[in-house]
């Protein structure tokens, strides 16, 4: 049974920064590529990093350069280190599992997902 669980979330303040884990288990970790997405009530879910399985990254236009994805599969893990925080950074964080580390990354493309953590920054 594939499981994705994401931890790491939490309230913090602008400016501030939080690394994101997202650990998967029952599926070969290093045969696939894991994407990070995040989804505002009432909007669409967004790609926001990708990290396929030769390590290769690729980012949404908007990180400008605040985050950064990696990978250990010696833990089945993915971690998103989100430096300078924005309030419009604030949202659930998913984890997925899947093939499509190309931009813009497809949500068909990932077919295990974690429950989400949530991210909430305030001024």
């Known amino acids: 049974q594939v499981q994705v669980v994401e931890s790491g979330g939490g309230s913090v303040q602008a400016g501030g920064s939080l690394r994101l884990s997202c650990t998967a288990s029952g599926l070969n970790f290093r045969a696939y590529d894991m994407g990070w997405f995040r989804q505002v009530p009432g909007k669409e879910r967004e790609g926001v990093a990708c990290i396929d399985s030769s390590d290769s990254q690729t980012y949404a236009d908007f990180v400008e350069g605040r985050f950064a994805i990696s990978r250990n599969s010696a833990k089945n893990t993915v971690y998103l280190q989100i430096f300078g925080l924005r309030p419009e950074d604030t949202a659930m964080y998913y984890c997925?599992?899947?093939?499509?580390?190309?931009?813009?990354?497809?949500?068909?493309?990932?077919?295990?997902w974690g429950q989400g953590t949530q991210v909430t920054v305030s001024t």
């Open positions: 997925a599992a899947g093939s499509g580390c190309r931009w813009p990354v497809t949500e068909a493309d990932f077919s295990a």
